[in-house]
């Protein structure tokens, strides 16, 4: 059964950068018959798609979010990051990362427990 | 920023249907885009309960069911027991955001 865990500071200061990593377990980035995802909800608010990646190191980002945002891979490690700078209290969320399947598409099947990230002087 | 537009909060007492709709627009559910939904219980994974529209994944109780029409589905859930408390959220593909786009989230409560 495929595991996600996020892990990064629960607390970065305005106009910092954001580091978060998604570690992979029982199953290979590699593979490539998924695509993985990074997701967040701000409180009170819905979910938003910040982006994907597939193992081939391609990306696709929510176009609000691409002029700051990053997302890369080691497969070497079975694991995929997030970098998003220029931090303001807007990016305060809990952030998800998950496994995205093939078919059906856009079916996210796995989901880590999600990180809350609180941007704050 | 597209959303999926869900009621904020369903309630109903044990043993009843309730249901929770999912609003979109020509450019996801409109469009034809399949819609999956999520059940999230407090401190977990968002867990899937419906994907592709109707289907259930093996292991999730028949109580829960999908359909959709048009720019809208909906998640039906009956039988309702004091284990459904949660908040459940559908997601479908837009076109125009070229990525995914979820609902803003419905908290059921068990009378």
């Known amino acids: 059964q495929v595991h996600l865990q996020e892990s990064g500071p629960g607390v970065v200061k305005p106009s910092q950068t954001l580091s978060l990593t998604c570690t992979v377990s029982?199953?290979?980035?590699?593979?490539?018959?998924?695509?993985w995802s990074w997701v967040r909800q701000p409180a009170g608010k819905g979910l938003e798609w910040i982006g994907r990646?597939?193992?081939?190191?391609?990306?696709n980002y929510n176009p609000s979010l691409k002029s700051r945002l990053t997302i890369l891979v080691d497969t070497s490690k079975n694991q995929f990051s997030l970098r998003l700078n220029s931090l303001t209290a807007a990016d305060t969320a809990i952030y998800y990362c998950?496994?995205?399947?093939?078919?059906?598409?856009?079916?996210?099947?796995?989901w880590g427990q999600g990180t809350l990230v609180t941007v704050s002087s | 920023q597209s959303a999926l537009t869900q009621p904020p909060s369903v309630s109903g007492a044990p043993g009843q249907r309730v249901t929770i709709s999912c609003t979109g627009s020509?450019?996801?559910?409109?469009?034809?885009?399949?819609v999956h939904w999520y059940q999230r219980l407090p401190g977990t994974a968002p867990k899937v309960l419906i994907y592709?529209?109707?289907n259930r994944p093996s292991g999730v109780s028949d109580r829960f069911s999908g359909s959709k029409s048009g720019t809208s589905a909906s998640l039906a859930i009956s039988g309702l027991q004091a284990e459904d408390e949660a908040d459940y959220f559908c997601?479908?593909?837009?076109?125009?955001?070229?990525?995914?786009?979820f609902g803003t989230g419905t908290e059921v409560t068990v009378l």
């Open positions: 998950a496994r995205v399947g093939l078919r059906p598409p856009w079916l996210y099947d796995s």
């Open positions: 029982g199953d290979s980035i590699s593979s490539g018959t998924s695509y």
């Open positions: 990646i597939y193992a081939s190191g391609n990306t």
């Open positions: 020509s450019s996801n559910v409109g469009a034809g885009y399949e």
């Open positions: 592709g529209d109707t």
């Open positions: 997601q479908s593909y837009d076109s125009s955001l070229s990525g995914e786009v």
